[in-house]
């Protein structure tokens, strides 16, 4: 024992204090020496104060971020986006006479006009400083118009005073260069009336502003005035507020420093609960919003066809009345044909004799059929028709699966960290379930909203909603349980009659269940005959009745009515090149995004090859960078077995090149079928973040602590993947809202919604000019 300290009563110790843990691990002290400590600086008042002021100043630091972001918004709404009001308020005030039409145009009244001479379709109007009666300096136009919403294309040019003044064209440049798409598409909404013009070579005074129709003989269009030096109006919209501020959100709570990457998931936990519903919630209104604005009733002829925007509704209808035939008029012509099947056949009857067909339905035996799968018709379009009596509309019965999709998408990733990776962060996690619903194309779906996307986001809720009662019935004794993974399985046996390329997600059974299949013996065994038969009967309930539905239409269990479909080639006969599979491949998975200087910002790509291909953004790589860390699955593989998740990533890699494989080869490419692949590189993606945050260790027992340590997220590589995800999402995020707005590709909003597009296009007028 040490001697007593004559000072403090406290019995001394053997070796002297030489840390602070040394001496708070000491018996707690006698009130001589609190007098001692006080006498010192160490009360525990002091203490108590000393902590309170670095919790206030903890939380000065958190507000900080917040505060930054709210001026960096306001800065980007009043500033940005304003720009072209600030850059208009103060032109001078200019005064017009009456307009000059040219000889070009032929009137029509009520402002509408007819282009006899494109060389001369103008309208002059003289203009003057209000302020001296002079010539005045022209900044911005506004050509109005008010009776027709169709666009109509213009160039703007000034004339410069003197008697050797000359046209000064809006498209000229201040050097050899030219500007030729500085034209204005106008029409009666007011947001796509102004044009910027803008300093060429030095600052013109005009005496004449002059606008020239673009257009063929033939062409008619509207003028309702014109104003120079028109103030856009400044303003403040809602959505575009509300899109800053989601930003920011997203900035400040994924910065590399927020405690959310502290948090440890807990599936218990309220606010984490809270906030995966209001996550969910946002996903499917925003997602039903566009598909209700972009839906489209079509029933006519597009030419040489006839189109049909409604064939699930069709088929409900005609499930109802007794028949698995749509109810639509066959040409006699098109039944006498020995091929019907030949694109060019029907063509030359089509221009030849007038024949009318149906595109993309399937023609077999003297009906038209729907090739797309029934699961979506008997689960929601004949229900809903049987209890109202109409035909559900396509943007309804995309908003329950988009609804579906987003719930059991992000249960799946919260599940999959609980299950293999327990000391991931929330952050990590919350990124990872971003990247979940940006990367598995369920916007190219709401984009253009018709029956094209039913089947596939219909698949893809069914995949997530599979997987996670897969997940959920694994217990940690070995066993599962029974009502789930009986629940997983009728979820996956869905796919046959939703999308049969999502069969591929058949195998990712085996790796979720190796360890209950070959080391428990708790399935397909006859120790766990209950499992076995729960995880096996609703593949048969489902099967039976589609392969059932398959044959009573083409006589053939397997035969889903893919290649009796009418489309631009012979299904029933087409024989790919193996050689063109690279070019096409490379297409559908890293062809680059193409960009622009001008809104959308966003520009087609050039995808020809010689098969079947659509108007694309680019390779689903290039529009889903967020995907790119399923290419780099190998590289944690050490990582994914240490947490027994290597299985799971290698097969759901391996899964979505073949199907990519077989897509390309038997259909082309089209952003379309991204969704038959995109979730497979997404889980693979996932889990890969997942692994590459983990670190080496096996996986984490001590799951029991809220927070996880500081050093375990402090580490440079952690923050280095962190601010890589970030950019990842970011930039799928920005491709998927900007690629809405990409002109040429079908369903292109400048043509199907032109209000919306014009009135975005118009935030980004202060760019021009």
């Known amino acids: 024992m040490g001697a007593t300290s004559p000072s403090s009563g406290i019995p001394a110790p053997a070796q002297p204090l030489h840390s602070e843990t040394d001496f708070t691990a000491l018996t707690e002290p006698t009130s001589s020496a609190q007098s001692h400590h006080e006498k010192h600086g160490y009360s525990s008042r002091d203490n108590a104060a000393e902590k309170k002021a670095a919790c206030r100043s903890r939380k000065k630091k958190a507000w900080l971020p917040w505060i930054l972001a709210l001026i960096v918004v306001a800065i980007v709404e009043i500033g940005f986006f304003n720009l072209g009001y600030w850059r208009t308020h103060q032109l001078p005030a200019a005064t017009q006479g009456e307009p000059e039409v040219g000889a070009g145009l032929r009137s029509l009244g009520n402002d509408e006009y007819e282009i006899v001479k494109p060389a001369e379709a103008t309208i002059t109007v003289p203009i003057a400083s209000t302020s001296n009666g002079g010539p005045v300096y022209v900044g ?59 300093a060429k070579r030095s600052v013109y005074e005009a005496v004449s502003a002059r606008i020239t129709f673009l257009g063929d003989k033939g062409l008619k269009v509207a003028f309702s005035g014109m104003q120079v030096n028109a103030t856009i109006p400044f303003s403040i919209n809602p959505i575009r507020l509300c899109m800053e ?11 590399p420093s927020s405690r959310i990457y502290r948090m440890r998931v807990n599936t218990k936990s309220v606010c984490q609960n809270v906030a995966l519903v209001i996550y969910v919630l946002a996903c499917t209104a925003i997602l039903t919003y566009i598909a209700r604005l972009t839906n489209a009733h079509v029933f006519g002829s597009a030419g040489n066809f006839w189109i049909d925007t409604e064939q699930y509704q069709r088929l409900g209808d005609a499930l109802i009345r007794g028949h698995t035939w749509l109810d639509l008029p066959v040409d006699p012509q098109l039944a006498n044909m020995p091929n019907p ?4 056949d029907r063509t030359e009857l089509v221009q030849q004799h007038g024949m009318q067909y149906f595109w993309d339905h399937a023609y077999y035996d003297g009906h038209y059929y729907c090739y797309f799968g029934v699961v979506p018709v008997a689960l929601l379009f004949v229900p809903f028709q049987l209890l109202t009596g109409e035909w559900m509309p396509t943007w309804l019965a995309l908003g329950v699966f988009f609804a579906l999709a987003s719930l059991f998408g992000t249960l799946l990733v919260r599940t999959l960290a609980q299950k293999y990776f327990p000391n991931i962060s929330l952050g990590i996690m919350w990124l990872s379930t971003i990247g979940l619903g940006l990367g598995t194309n369920l916007f190219t779906y709401a984009r253009r909203s018709d029956f094209y996307g039913i089947p ?37 046996a869905l796919l046959l009659g939703t999308r049969p390329q999502f069969l591929a997600a058949w195998v990712l059974a085996f790796p979720i269940f190796w360890d209950e299949i070959f080391h428990h013996r708790t399935l397909f065994s006859r120790k766990g005959l209950g499992a076995t038969i729960g995880a096996i009967v609703p593949f048969a309930v489902v099967a039976v009745p589609t392969l059932a539905y398959n044959y009573a239409r083409f006589h053939s269990l397997l035969n889903f009515g893919q ?16 050689y063109l599979m690279p070019k096409v491949l490379f297409n559908a998975l890293f062809q680059p995004i193409s960009t622009r200087s001008e809104f959308p910002f966003i520009t087609m790509v050039d995808t020809y090859v010689e098969a079947p291909n659509e108007p694309s953004l680019g390779g689903y790589f290039a529009v889903a960078p967020i995907a790119i860390f399923a290419l780099f699955v ?26 990519v494989f077989v897509d390309s080869y038997i259909c082309g490419t089209t952003m379309r079928y991204y969704g038959d692949s995109g979730y497979l590189f997404m889980l693979a993606s996932i889990l890969t973040i997942f692994a590459y945050a983990a670190g080496d260790s096996p996986r984490d027992t001590d799951s029991g602590q809220e927070m996880l340590p500081t050093d375990t ?10 601010v890589v995800a970030e950019i990842a999402v970011i930039l799928t995020a920005l491709i998927t809202v900007l690629g809405m707005f990409t002109q040429g590709l079908l369903g292109s909003w400048d043509g199907q919604i032109p209000d919306l597009f014009n009135e975005v296009k118009s935030w980004f007028i202060g760019l021009t000019a």
């Open 245 to 255: 501020l989601t930003a920011a959100a997203f900035f400040v709570i994924f910065r």
């Open 140 to 198: 911005s136009v506004r050509v109005m118009e008010n009776t027709s919403p169709d666009t109509q294309q213009v160039a703007f040019a000034i004339k410069t005073p003197g008697e050797d003044g000359r046209w000064v064209d809006v498209r000229e440049s201040d050097g050899a260069w030219e500007a030729p798409r500085h034209t204005l598409w106008y029409s009666n909404l007011p947001s796509s009336q102004t044009l910027l013009f803008g």
């Open 634 to 659: 190998w590289i944690v593989r050490r990582r994914l077995t240490n947490h027994k998740a290597w299985g799971i990533a290698v097969t759901a890699v391996t899964a979505a090149c073949i199907v």
């Open 456 to 492: 596939i986001t219909a698949a893809i809720a069914f995949v997530f909603a599979g997987l996670w009662f897969w997940l959920k019935s694994k217990r940690e004794n070995g066993t599962v349980s029974i009502p789930l993974v009986a629940a997983g399985s009728f979820s996956m």
């Open 713 to 722: 997220v402090s580490s440079i590589g952690l923050r280095t993947l962190i």
């Open 341 to 344: 099947y030949s694109f060019y």
């Open 563 to 578: 290649s009796y479909n009418l489309t631009g080639y012979d299904m029933t006969a087409r024989h790919a090149s193996p």
